[in-house]
């Protein structure tokens, strides 16, 4: 049997077809004509996803899988889903065959087949048979297909209001106030996007006050030394190992207002950003990302693009002379922000950063996408 192709040949669907008239269908209908018929088909929370499984006893005589070698079958060009509702794909390229899910708003496709107003599209299905009266659930790749006119490029991917207060998870750090979890986002954060032109005037007004001056104070035999007012200082000692207890730290600047050092802090396979207190040598916090102080000296927001999740992870403290709380940690769902530190606070007491969804935030290429759009973010609360 060739190479990644699922091996039908010891299973006994429900459906009462022999495998030799399955594959003989399967070559009958690999060339396609035009939809001629409409099946509504939920593209809400009932639709099936991607990896769902797809019951043996849906009606496959007129259009059955087509399996698919996936070393040997080129993937012609990539295409993005640019219906807002979604794609539906289907088992055959008319709206007569079975419907087996939706891909989401943004979803890259590997297209190996041009037919009509179809794209056939590579995609790994998970099927489920019956054998000896036992359920059994096997994938195997196959092509899939999808209508045209619900795809495009990826330049054609953007975001819109309803998509910034979609999150993956929102914690709050005081505990008795669980019970607010359920409110909603917009009980703490004002979110809309903006124009390039809104973004560069408010970026002439920024307010930023974190002093840059890290060739200050040099690490000297793996030791980071910082003054203080009061007592011997701040003492930081690297510990560089081929394991995970690894860490380095590197002085970075000051921030006058909190009377605080600012340190960063690169261990295995996690960044962190300090502020110490320049007068008691106290670590005053410790954050994933820069802390960016607001103008009225009342919050700081840390926000970045988390790859792994592919997230927009941001974090919001209270500050209280010297006293820094945190607040809540939200990872948003569809926006990651630029990968770099074009974020700011401007005087109007708004955060304003570039963003893009989280589809496009790399290029096809690989490279990050530099076309982005922007968004004003206002703590509410």
């Not at 640019?82 to 065959?97: D, L």
């Not at 048979?129 to 096997?138: G, H, K, Y």
Request: charged share 25%; proline share 3%.
């Amino acid at each position: 049997m060739t190479k990644n192709l699922m091996d039908y040949s010891d299973l006994k669907p429900r459906q009462c077809c022999s495998l030799s008239i399955l594959l003989l269908l399967c070559l009958l209908f690999n060339a396609c004509s035009a939809p001629t018929g409409t099946t509504p088909v939920s593209s809400g929370e009932d639709s099936l996803s991607t990896h769902d499984q797809v019951n043996q006893t849906e009606k496959t005589t007129s259009y059955p899988p087509i399996l698919l070698d996936f070393d040997s079958t080129p993937v012609l060009k990539t295409a993005m889903v640019t219906s807002r509702s979604g794609a539906i794909f289907r088992q055959g390229c008319s709206e007569k065959a079975v419907p087996l899910g939706t891909y989401d708003y943004g979803t890259k496709l590997d297209i190996v087949e041009d037919a009509g107003d179809w794209w056939g599209v590579r995609e790994r299905i998970g099927r489920t048979f019956v054998e000896n009266d036992v359920e059994i659930e096997r994938s195997a790749w196959e092509k899939v297909y999808v209508k045209k006119g619900e795809t495009g490029s990826s330049s054609e991917i953007a975001l819109s209001a309803a998509d910034l207060y979609h999150y993956t998870y929102l914690e709050l750090a005081d505990k008795s106030k669980q019970n607010e979890q359920k409110k909603r986002l917009q009980d703490y954060l004002d979110l809309a996007l903006i124009d390039k032109a809104t973004f560069d005037q408010q970026k002439k007004e920024s307010v930023r006050f974190f002093h840059a001056d890290s060739t200050r104070f040099q690490q000297r035999s793996g030791t980071l030394w910082l003054p203080t007012t009061q007592g011997d200082g701040i003492s930081l000692h690297d510990r560089i190992t081929d394991g995970d207890d690894q860490v380095e730290y590197g002085y970075l600047g000051h921030i006058d207002i909190l009377d605080a050092f600012v340190v960063s802090g690169s261990f295995y396979e996690m960044y962190r950003v300090f502020l110490f207190n320049r007068t008691t040598g106290e670590q005053m916090g410790a954050f994933d990302e820069f802390p960016h102080l607001s103008a009225d000296k009342n919050h700081i927001l840390t926000l970045a693009a988390n790859p792994y999740e592919t997230t927009g992870d941001l974090a919001l403290y209270r500050v209280e002379g010297t006293s820094i709380q945190l607040l809540f940690t939200i990872g948003f769902t569809h926006w990651m922000p630029e990968s770099g530190d074009r974020g700011f606070w401007g005087k109007d007491g708004n955060f304003y950063t570039p963003v893009n969804h989280k589809d496009v935030f790399w290029k096809e290429n690989g490279m990050l996408n530099d076309h982005f759009q922007y968004l004003r973010i206002h703590p509410v609360r």
